[in-house]
């Protein structure tokens, strides 16, 4: 990839991890969903198999929104991320590093202090008047977009040192914090959901993660092609 093409992929990945952030968090709004609605999923198609096919699912459950569909998509919502209506026994896709990386599967373990580490040392912790731990998989994707985001600042600066250092942390905050939890996660969300739409962010997530830690190796070699 030539060097040029750094800013781009950067705007890329960030976007991404924008968009994905903000759709983990919360239930979505009727404006979110009529801009779903209208994205260009043919974007993904050119990035990787498993991507594209979990934007066609996500495309097929917004082709004909009616105003049934936000309320389908916040009981999922509730049903896969908050356990709600959920019996004892029953697994659900808890969006926290925490449930799956700890011994305990509880939330506030190992994980969240080390991810609140890494954000104070960047001075971006989420609002504390949410009360939701750091390790919430919003607050991790968004910490990602940050970092990605910063990289591009500095390299437009001329910075290579300072893009080098920034891509690093990128690197490490995936390996860390990302990579080994995802793609159980998303597992769960597609052993529990019941729209088309929470399975193909579940295909998207899992894909895009994987594929970011090749994109980040592409990054670090320019980085140090420029150095």
Sequence with gaps: MAADDFVQMSELRISIYRMLA???F???????????AEYDYGTFGQLDEELSRGAKEVARCLRHVNPATREELAVDYAHTFLAAGAAKAEKRAVPFESCFTSETGLLMGPARDSVYKMMLKEGVLPDASLKVPEDHISFEFEFMAHLAEKSVALYQRGDAEGVRKSVAMQKEFWESHLIGWIGDFCTAVECVCRTRFYLGIALMTRAFVRLDGELLDESMLIVAEEA
């Design 22 to 24: 903000s759709l983990y």
């Design 26 to 36: 919360t239930e979505l709004t009727s404006d979110q969903i009529a801009t779903l």
